[in-house]
């Protein structure tokens, strides 16, 4: 993988449509024909709080994009920071902190658009600074019980302390940052950050700043107290009558292919013969736990590999620390990959992205393998 300085800033849309959407909805097709079931029962394999509180944050987003203020925000950061290797120090390092405090999800939400509009303004390899912001909030997330789904399910089954959690996680998370930074020492040159021709400022919008602030901060709260239906509700409706064009501009098509990824992924974890072969392997304990989490990661996505394999792993820092490692690879591994990829809206996203993530999976994996032997 050669580290060019320069690179293409992404277009306005994403190229190619949206093949993956179309590759889910063609495998959920092929269950609904070999395995049909009520049409009911397609509605409960969708985790709706995921899907609501995505929903939400592509809305917000969106208006913090249309008040102009990543544009001014990207202007003073390009102003300050002259050389491309430190500027994806900060980007990446920025992303893994977020990611243990707000989830791996919203710190993507904050900082995608941002690097976007940074390749906007400069010459900048847009899709592998996304790819590399993905691979950080996989790692940091992993730290904290709250930084990712996962994290959040094993340590409500696992009786630890905050700290205790945290503690158990710090040696694979240490590792995965550490091959995450040689990564970008190897990958990104210390090359001077070319800017482009000043076009048109973006008008700045404080008023709609501010709307998206708030809402923003009263949407968490709603997610915290799970009052999920009323936060959403008031984020659409105010922006409906407020803003009506913010929502024109939400990339509604995430959604679905995320809606759909539930569908497909819940009904490929529930085949009898995948139950079968997991109750078949040696996977209790130990190094076997861990490699059984990466591979399951790899293909039904690391927050429903933890779910199903709890039942067969009795090793939860193993399982725990699998899951984590498998976020990396193939970009089902992580809903955050997915999430990274999208927003950024960039060409060819999906080939760099597995260019970098398959080769930092089998380091990661190698390396933190050493802690469970």
Known sequence: MSATPHAEAAPAHVGGGNPLLWVLALVAIGFAIARPRPPIDYLLLIDWQTIGALAGLLVIT???EKSGMLQAAAAR??????????????????AALLSALVTNDVSLFLLVPLTRVLAAQAHLP????????????NAGSALTPIGNPQNLFLWRRSGE?????????????ALMLFW??????????????LLKPAGDAAPMQPRLLALSGLLFIGFVIALDRHWLVAGLAVVLGVFLLLRPRVLLGVDWALLAIIALMFVDLRQLAELPAI???????TIAEGWRAYLAAIVTSQFI???????????????LPALAAGVSVGG???????LANLIALRLAKVPHGLREFHRISIPFLLVCAASALLLRL
């Not at 905050?162 to 158990?168: D, K, L, Y």
């Not at 139950?275 to 392997?281: D, E, N």
Request: proline share 4%; glycine share 6%; hydrophobic share 60%.
């Open 328 to 334: 990396f690879g193939c970009v089902l591994g992580s």
């Open 161 to 173: 302390s905050f700290i205790g959690f945290m503690g158990m996680m710090a040696p694979t998370v």
């Open 126 to 137: 847009l899709a592998r600074l996304v790819v590399l912001e993905a691979l950080a909030v």
């Open 62 to 64: 969106q208006g913090v």
């Open 301 to 315: 996505s690391n927050v429903p590999a933890a779910i199903l394999l709890e039942r067969y792993v009795h090793d």
């Open 77 to 94: 950061l390009l102003a300050r920071t002259t050389e491309l290797r430190t500027l994806v120090f900060l980007l990446t390092a920025s």
């Open 180 to 193: 995450l930074f040689l990564a970008i020492r190897f990958l990104v040159p210390r090359a001077p950050i």
């Open 275 to 281: 139950a079968s072969l997991l109750g078949q392997w």
